[in-house]
């Protein structure tokens, strides 16, 4: 297994060894798993889904941001929240 990065969207890219049995792609918040010897759109569409989730995690932090900036009983802290799990 190898890792690499990706900067746009910010992601860890982790490629099975070649010649896995599975030849699916998944990700999993800014983490991808797919076959090293992955088709050339694979790439491209799970980076989608990373872009996917890096927007909806940072527009729940704005939106908890301001709830915890106008209601003084609610803590910053409630912007660890924000982060989104996608299960699909």
Known sequence: MSIKF???????????RVGSVDRWGRSRGPVVVMPADFPDHMREHELTHVKQWWVLTLASASVLAVLAYFVPQVPFGVIGLSVVSISY
């Open 6 to 16: 990706s900067i746009l969207p910010p992601a860890i890219i982790y490629l099975r």
